[in-house]
């Protein structure tokens, strides 16, 4: 048989309280760790799912937009609702992830509210830049397509963003350039108007028959189908000196022929001056515009708040003749 044993009335017995309350703060922990880990993955999908959505609803907009203008296509429209939609999205799927892991919306309002002044002068350039966009937008001093000139750069517009402007210049060079930049400063558009003119300075030396420079001149203008016969073609004589004589031709053409009217006239004019005889001039090129003829200064200008022209009414045709 087994012996008892008896303890004796001064021994120390094992710490359990303290071992039990071990196992709690571990299971606590633990269970605080999965919940965050849980709380992250959540987030980290949620935040996908936004950027997806953004992605998806700019296409959306951008198609809606093409298709409401299908006759008269509005690339700048399509660029700036679907940024602008792109934008919204992602700033409510960043509230939600932020909600998601804990910080709850009130907190984020009165943070945001106690920190309106420093906000808002550390955002003072992209609130502007947005502005300007939207007034770019709404009174149109440019479109996607135009060749523009501003105070730094000349190039083609390809986008019109919330913030930034994209232009490609001539030699194929990617520039952004903030909107408040752009609408805050002089803005040259070379593709507003349909027709350009064209102003070419030459010189012909005293001994050469000025007349005959010039009337040489008018005839080869006046022969160039790129060149408008209404304005007409205009010579004038500038400068005189001892040495030279400085006239000028003033011609107008349709805007996508401007530099090579322009630099046809300027060969022209340079034979010309050495021998008004000459007959190797340079040929008129075929025309790049669409209408040979194009409408003058001013028509087919493209306004947020301009009016559609009525529709034309189509002439019935007339009876036919009784035989």
Do not use: C
């Not at 003058?296 to 493209?302: C, D, K, N, R, S």
């Amino acid at each position: 048989m087994t012996k008892l044993k008896l303890i004796a009335s001064d021994a120390k017995l094992p710490a359990l309280a303290g071992v039990k309350a071990d196992e709690t703060m571990l299971g606590h922990f633990l269970d605080w760790l999965g919940g965050a880990a849980v709380n992250l993955a959540v987030a980290g999908l949620i935040l996908i799912l936004t950027f997806w959505v953004a992605g998806w609803l700019a296409g959306i907009v951008r198609r809606a937009l093409g298709r409401l203008h299908r006759t008269n296509p509005d690339p700048t429209l399509q660029t700036f609702g679907s940024s602008l939609v792109r934008y919204a999205v992602i700033a409510l799927g960043l509230v939600a992830v932020l909600q998601r892991l804990g910080v709850q919306a009130t907190s984020i309002i009165a943070v945001l509210g106690a920190a309106s002044l420093a906000i808002g002068l550390a955002l003072q350039g992209a609130l502007s830049n947005v502005a300007a966009g939207v007034m770019i937008l709404m009174f149109r001093p440019y479109k996607v397509g135009d060749t523009i000139e501003t105070s730094t750069r000349i190039g083609t517009v390809k986008s019109l963003d919330l913030l930034f402007t994209e232009i490609a210049t001539p030699d194929n060079v990617k520039v952004m350039i903030p909107n408040s930049k752009v609408f805050g400063d002089v803005i040259l558009n070379y593709s507003a108007h349909h027709t350009r003119r064209v102003d070419v300075l030459f010189r012909v030396p005293l001994k050469t028959d000025l007349v005959a420079v010039l009337k040489r001149l008018r005839e080869r203008a006046e022969h160039d189908p790129r060149i408008r016969k209404e304005p007409a073609v205009m010579i004038e004589v500038t400068d005189l000196s001892e040495l030279f004589a400085q006239a000028a031709i003033r011609a107008w053409t349709a805007k996508e022929d401007f530099a090579s009217v322009k630099t046809d006239l300027m060969l022209s004019a340079h034979l010309l001056a050495e021998d008004p005889e000459r007959q190797d001039l340079p040929q008129a090129r075929p025309s790049k515009a669409e209408d040979p003829s194009p409408a003058m200064p001013g028509e087919g200008e493209h306004h947020l708040f301009r009016r559609r022209a009525p529709r034309r009414v189509g002439t019935s045709a007339a009876p036919p003749k009784p035989g």
